[in-house]
Every structure is written in C-alpha cells, then in structure tokens.
C-alpha cells in the first residue's frame, strides 16, 4: 500500500506561481510512475503531468507545457509541480497518483494509476 499527501495549493492571482508538494509513504519502492492530475468543477479529472520515477523521464499535457514542471526528490519521497505563469483556467483541485503497474498504459490517464491524494485546491484569480 502507498499513502499520498498532497500541500502546497492555496489562491494566486494570474501570473503568479505556486508549488504543489505530495509526500509518499508506505511501499514507495513499488511506484514505477506518478502523476499530477487535477479536476476543476463540473468537469472530468485530467492528468496534468507524470514522471517514470526510474528514468526520470517527464510527460506534460499540451495546457501546461512549458508552464509546469515536474520532478522528484527520492531521498524524501515527495513529488513536485512546479507551476508558474498560472492562469486562471488553471483553476482546479489537483491530485497526487501513483502507479505501481510495470507496463506504461497511458501516464496521463487515470487507469494507470493505483494510489491517490486527497487533493488540494488551487484557485488563480484574474
């Protein structure tokens, strides 16, 4: 089992940038990839960005590109978003994932993925 904790998200306004920080506990050894997805109001869930945590290759969705930046840090067992440059279809609750499945399915997409946050909220005002 793995248990994520999501902090960090609060409000901003545009322009602006926030870190997200989401701390992994339990049988961490087994997360072969994690994720940042994020669900505004009245809308589906979205992955936002992934990392393979061995290779440490990353993935983003088109929206954020260039904007958002994720990363790792093993020796705490906590993930990153970086965001900046927000905007206020950025909008959102964001979620921490965690897949312990080998293959690759979709990083983006929420059946890879096992473990989840609770989430924390971020709000860009314009």
């Known amino acids: 089992q793995v248990q994520l904790v999501e902090s960090g998200g609060g409000s901003v306004q545009a322009g602006g940038s926030l870190r997200l920080s989401c701390v992994a506990s339990?049988?961490?050894?087994?997360?072969?990839?994690m994720a940042w997805f994020r669900q505004a109001p009245g809308k589906e869930r979205e992955g936002v960005a992934a990392?393979?945590?061995?290779?440490?290759?990353?993935f983003y969705d088109d929206p954020v590109r260039g904007r958002f930046t994720i990363s790792q840090d093993n020796a705490k067992n906590t993930l990153y978003l970086q965001m900046d440059s927000l905007k206020p279809e950025d909008t959102a609750m964001y979620f921490c994932?965690?897949?312990?499945?080998?293959?690759?399915?979709?990083?983006?997409?929420?059946?890879?993925?096992?473990?989840w946050g609770q989430g924390t909220q971020v709000t860009v005002s314009s």
């Open positions: 339990g049988a961490t050894y087994s997360m072969y990839y």
């Open positions: 994932a965690a897949s312990s499945h080998f293959y690759k399915i979709a990083l983006l997409e929420e059946r890879q993925y096992n473990y």
């Open positions: 990392i393979d945590t061995g290779a440490a290759i990353t």
